[in-house]
Antibody, heavy 121, light 106 residues
């Protein structure tokens, strides 16, 4: 089981960035997938989650209306489209796999190594 | 939104000590609580889910208990490898993490 994030970088405030997470080793479409971020020196913050089919999405209030989560089950890929980026969005972004499947919120049993997003002018 | 409060924020203990970390939820979450361990520069690792179920491969010196709003993570005999930051997470309503507890070895 492996999760590999990509797409991070340095971006100016107000601009957009799209993160990707490549999954392998499990039946990707059967699991809720999530994004969790960690600002430098700070704790973990849940950002967004999506059901296995992609039919339902969930967002933290801090990103609602600016971020959009999606997935391509044919390619085992998870995405996070981040628009109107702010300095406070600067963080290491992890993708994470639901432990149980697609039956509701659960713990995260697999995490990628993260991709760093820096929002700065 | 459900808020999670951990205590203490940091603790320092000796090898072999029993260590207890507390997590409180702002509303009842039944047993929908997980604990994670994070070492510097690494991704979090799931230790315990459903408040008290040990994840496969996690040493038995880790244990969790509680339900409703009060939860506890116990390390029965602290080992040097346990130096890390520990987070609780509720998944009763969406997902929320506690602020973390840094465990240092004296």
């Amino acid at each position: 089981v492996q999760l590999v994030e990509s797409g991070g970088g340095v971006v100016q405030p107000g601009r957009s960035l799209r993160l990707s997470c490549a999954a392998s080793g499990f039946t990707f479409s059967s699991y809720i997938m999530s994004w969790v971020r960690q600002a430098p020196g700070k704790g973990l913050e849940w950002v967004s989650s999506i059901t296995g089919s992609g039919g339902k999405t969930y967002y933290a209030d801090s990103v609602k209306g600016r971020f959009s989560i999606s997935r391509d089950n044919s390619k085992n890929m998870l995405f996070l489209q981040m628009n109107s980026l702010r300095a406070e969005d600067t963080a290491l972004y992890y993708c994470a796999k639901d432990k149980v499947g697609d039956t509701g919120a659960n713990a995260f049993d697999m995490w990628g190594q993260g991709t760093m997003v820096t929002v700065s002018s | 939104d459900i808020q999670m409060a951990q205590s203490p924020s940091t603790l320092s203990a000796s090898v072999g000590d029993r260590v207890t970390i507390t997590c409180r939820a702002s509303q009842r979450i039944s047993s929908w609580l997980a604990w994670y361990q994070q070492k510097p520069g690494k991704a979090p690792k799931l230790l315990i889910y459903k408040a008290s179920t040990l994840e496969s491969g996690v040493p038995s010196r880790f244990s969790g208990s509680g339900s409703g709003t009060e939860f506890t993570l116990v390390i029965s005999s602290l080992q040097p490898d346990d130096s890390a930051t520990y987070y609780c997470q509720q998944y009763s309503s969406y997902w929320t993490f506690g602020q973390g507890t840094k465990v240092e070895i004296k």
